[in-house]
């Protein structure tokens, strides 16, 4: 008879300090992230829990043009709504992140639980990818907004937006700064039923 595992552990201590300590990084150095880094992190990604083994998750991971029409898209937006001032601003933060990478998920037009478990799918994916990734020193930041659901958006992506919804764009590199944090007690959080 196997004996039960310990959970005081050198392993699981040093995996809840990866849970506890990864952040929400928003700059970033210059320092390239390998490819063969982001491939190994994409490959844990692929891994997340996913109902009936959908695997509904497509990752986009532009290159150096279509990162600059993703920037020009983000200006002419953020210019049509807040003002030129702001717009450069924000084409210069974004033509500063090093990595970059979009997930996607399909929608389901017959099942509507299916579309929001392959959703949650793609949440877990990025998670992995993100954990992956600041274990081995690299930051990143998990992003949505009106870029992404913007039909001339999906055009430079190549996606086709009655198809698929973007999940999230992520930003990773090594970061220049990161910030603190804290939660709320997990028994703040936490019910407890008979």
Do not use: S, W
């Given at each position: 008879m196997k004996k039960a595992p310990s959970f005081e552990t050198q392993e699981l201590r040093e995996f809840a300090e990866v849970l506890h300590g990864r952040?929400?990084?928003?700059q970033f150095l210059h320092t390239?992230?390998?490819?063969?880094?982001?491939?190994?992190?994409?490959?844990?990604a692929t891994w997340a829990p996913n109902h009936y083994v959908s695997e509904p998750w497509r990752f986009i991971l532009p290159g150096p043009e279509t990162i600059g029409r993703?920037?020009?898209?983000?200006?002419?937006?953020?210019?049509?709504?807040?003002g030129p001032e702001l717009a450069d601003h924000k084409q210069k933060a974004w033509r500063e992140k090093p990595g970059w990478l979009i997930v996607t998920c399909p929608y389901s037009s017959?099942?509507?639980?299916?579309?929001?478990?392959?959703?949650?799918?793609?949440?877990?994916?990025?998670?992995?990818?993100m954990l992956y990734l600041w274990k081995a020193g690299v930051g990143s930041k998990w992003t949505t907004g009106p870029i992404t659901r913007d039909a001339r958006f999906f055009d430079i992506i190549e996606a086709d937006i009655e198809k698929v919804f973007v999940v999230g764009m992520l930003w990773f590199g090594y970061p220049k700064v990161t910030p603190t944090q804290s939660r709320?007690?997990?028994?703040?959080?936490?019910?407890?039923?008979?």
């Open positions: 952040r929400t990084v928003d390239p992230v390998p490819d063969q880094l982001v491939r190994a992190a994409l490959e844990a993703i920037v020009d898209l983000c200006a002419e937006m953020v210019c049509a709504q807040k017959e099942d509507a639980l299916r579309e929001k478990e392959d959703y949650a799918a793609c949440c877990a994916a990025v998670q992995n990818f709320a007690p997990v028994h703040v959080v936490t019910t407890t039923l008979p």
